[in-house]
C-alpha cells in the first residue's frame, strides 16, 4: 500500500504565493505519474496539474503560467509551486499517485487533502 502525506496549505491574500508538497511511502516498484487536483465547494474535484514518468506536464489552462509542478524522485515527492494566487484558486487541493506495484499491477493512492484559501 502507498500513503501521501500533504503540506503546505493555507490562507493567502491574492497575488500571493504557496507551495505545497507531497511525500509518497510504501511498497511500489515505480511511479507512473504524479499529480494535483483541487475541489471547490459545490464543484468537482479537477485536475490541476501533472507530470508522467519522464518528465512530461501537463496543466489546466487555468493555472498555466502561475503553478509549476516538480518531483524529486529520489525522494518520491512531487511539489506544487503556487504563484499569482486568485480567489478563485480557493480549494481543497489533493495529491494523486498512479504506481506500479511489485505484483506488476498498477494502483493509485490519494492524499487526504490540504486546504488553500485565497482571500481577494
Known amino acids: 500500500q502507498v500513503q501521501l502525506v500533504e503540506s503546505g496549505g493555507g490562507l493567502v491574500q491574492a497575488g500571493g504565493s504557496l507551495r505545497l508538497s507531497c511525500v509518497a511511502s510504501?511498497?511500489?516498484?515505480?511511479?507512473?505519474?504524479m499529480a494535483w487536483y483541487r475541489q471547490a465547494p459545490g464543484k468537482e474535484r479537477e485536475l490541476v496539474a501533472r507530470?508522467?514518468?519522464?518528465?512530461?506536464?501537463d496543466y489546466a489552462d487555468s493555472v498555466k503560467d502561475r503553478f509549476t509542478i516538480s518531483t524529486d524522485n529520489a525522494k518520491n515527492t512531487v511539489s506544487l509551486q503556487m504563484n499569482s494566487l486568485k480567489p478563485e484558486d480557493t480549494a481543497v487541493y489533493y495529491c494523486?499517485?498512479?504506481?506500479?506495484?511489485?505484483?506488476?499491477?498498477?494502483?493509485?493512492?490519494w492524499g487526504q487533502g490540504t486546504q488553500v484559501t485565497v482571500s481577494s
Open positions: 507530470v508522467i514518468s519522464g518528465g512530461w506536464t
Open positions: 510504501g511498497t511500489m516498484l515505480s511511479i507512473d505519474s
Open positions: 494523486k499517485v498512479e504506481w506500479i506495484g511489485f505484483s506488476r499491477r498498477p494502483g493509485n493512492s
